[in-house]
DNA sequence: ATCTGTGCAAATAGTTTGCATCCTC
DNA sequence: GAGGATGCAAACTATTTGCACAGAT
């Protein structure tokens, strides 16, 4: 089932109405590649207001369909939930750019902190900073 | 070499000068366990004003002295650089709580994601969310 | 004496809320 | 037709900036 589909589902089930700026904030992400900040959503359809934009983010963040990813600036960053493409992020300080990772060596050192720690861990967030190599050779 | 000692120290090779503001942000950090924010910081301080909170964390944080940690919510906390004692965050989402954690594991899975993506890493923030044992306790 | 650091107040940026209206169910 | 969803504008919170003055060197 496609991400969209399963959104509009768990909404749907949640009790959530569907109007025209939720839709087009749903089709956004799931058009999009990675994290995009509530601004940029804003700015990239017409005719929805800014709050609408917030108040959804904040329905699909509780119902778990996307995610908030702080990648360090004033503006926070959400992306698509999609378990079987779970992935952290590495933000080059030059250029800004996002490019997303996987370790299950990472994953595997989280799940042994949580065990160790008594927590009951919900979700994680892992950001890496530096240079990508793009910024890298244009800095040589 | 204590951390305060080094903090003045690099401050005054970088050309600022020592006034009443800076020190007495230096010395709540000298002196604190965890993250702080910059509202809590300037909340704890008697007759300085904000922005001269913010303006020595631009400063502190552009010398390495102290690092920007994400916690997640609207503010951002702030902590001492020690090398020495690299650590990461657990938040409890339930009280807030703030626990600091390490794992060598966790430290060699970011390395191998640094040289496998070409990225120079500067740094990095891992933060782990759940719900802490007292407030797993207090739930059931 | 000079020039940086500081405090205050105003300006900004991101996010949230109140409310009248529109649209889904 | 009723009640949630939306857009607008105003409110709020965290942070930044402009400026006059105090204080460090």
């Given at each position: 089932?496609t991400?969209s589909a399963?959104?509009?589902e768990?909404?749907?089930?949640?009790?959530y109405?569907?109007g025209s700026?939720r839709?087009?904030v749903?089709?956004?992400?799931?058009?999009?590649?990675c994290?995009?900040?509530?601004?940029?959503?804003?700015?990239?359809?017409?005719?929805?207001?800014?709050?609408?934009?917030?108040?959804t983010?904040d329905?699909?963040?509780?119902?778990?369909l996307?995610?908030r990813?702080e990648?360090?600036?004033d503006?926070?960053?959400?992306?698509?939930v999609?378990?079987?493409?779970?992935h952290?992020h590495?933000v080059?300080g030059?250029?800004g750019?996002l490019s997303?990772f996987?370790?299950?060596e990472?994953?595997?050192?989280?799940?042994?902190?949580?065990?160790?720690?008594?927590?009951?861990?919900?979700?994680h967030?892992?950001v890496?900073?530096g240079?990508?190599p793009e910024c890298?050779?244009?800095?040589?």
């Amino acid at each position: 089932m496609t991400w969209s589909a399963h959104a509009s589902e768990q909404l749907d089930q949640a009790g959530y109405r569907s109007g025209s700026a939720r839709r087009q904030v749903v089709d956004l992400f799931a058009g999009a590649e990675c994290a995009l900040t509530a601004l940029e959503i804003d700015s990239r359809i017409e005719s929805v207001g800014r709050a609408s934009v917030y108040r959804t983010l904040d329905q699909l963040e509780r119902l778990q369909l996307i995610q908030r990813v702080e990648i360090g600036g004033d503006a926070a960053g959400y992306e698509r939930v999609d378990p079987a493409a779970h992935h952290h992020h590495l933000v080059c300080g030059r250029c800004g750019r996002l490019s997303p990772f996987t370790s299950d060596e990472l994953e595997s050192a989280i799940e042994a902190v949580g065990r160790h720690s008594g927590f009951a861990l919900a979700s994680h967030d892992v950001v890496l900073r530096g240079t990508c190599p793009e910024c890298q050779a244009a800095d040589a």
